[in-house]
């Protein structure tokens, strides 16, 4: 008889095989590159609208090394996030969420489904060639409609309510707002966002 050959010596989780197409499975959200975070300094200017909105926030986080950026803690009673209100994190707030970094994409030959460990909410990307709504209902996720540039998954969405924050320091936005992303699987492990 024969014996098997030896089974060869397993792939670096760097160098393993990967179909950048394939965006599914968990993915935990890793450290933000230094200036990219929601507490940096660059944000963009405000409109007078946007202004005299986040001056009405009243946050119950410290962030004590975002000066000029975070409004100051406020007491408890005077507390005005739309989660401690119950409402949902909407997007894109619900990838900022430091108690549960997970998100898990399900693809299928449709749509993708993001679904986020925070709150156990998802939202849907459609991909079977519909185009970005005119004028959708707002929704806390959006409306999003997404498709492969290369190996880069764009998704492009508008339709958000005003009620939620983009971050938790009451970054605000209009019924008007839209997003475009690029999702890009780098290697076996790593998933790069850019919003």
Request: glycine fraction near 8%; proline fraction near 11%; charge should be negative.
């Amino acid at each position: 008889t024969t014996q098997p050959s030896a089974a060869p010596v397993a792939q670096t989780k760097k160098t393993q095989a990967f179909d950048p197409h394939d965006l599914t499975g968990i993915w935990v959200r890793g450290k933000v590159p230094k200036g990219n975070a929601p507490l940096s300094g660059d944000r963009p200017p405000m409109t007078p609208w946007g202004q005299a909105k986040f001056n009405t926030v009243r946050g119950s986080f410290n962030y004590s090394r975002a000066p000029g950026i975070a409004p100051p803690i406020a007491p408890e009673k005077e507390w005005n996030d739309p989660m401690l209100q119950c409402e949902p994190a909407g997007y894109p707030r619900v990838m900022l969420q430091i108690f549960a970094p997970l998100m898990r994409f399900i693809q299928t030959s449709n749509e993708v489904v993001e679904f986020f460990e925070w709150g156990h909410t998802f939202r849907d990307i459609w991909t079977d060639g519909r185009k970005p709504l005119d004028s959708p209902e707002p929704a806390y996720y959006g409306y999003s409609v997404g498709k492969w540039g290369g190996d880069t998954f764009v998704v492009d969405s508008n339709g958000f309510t005003d009620r939620t924050w983009t971050d938790p320091l009451g970054s605000p936005h209009s019924d008007q707002m839209t997003l475009h992303e690029a999702f890009r699987r780098v290697d076996h492990d790593h998933l790069e966002l850019v919003i």
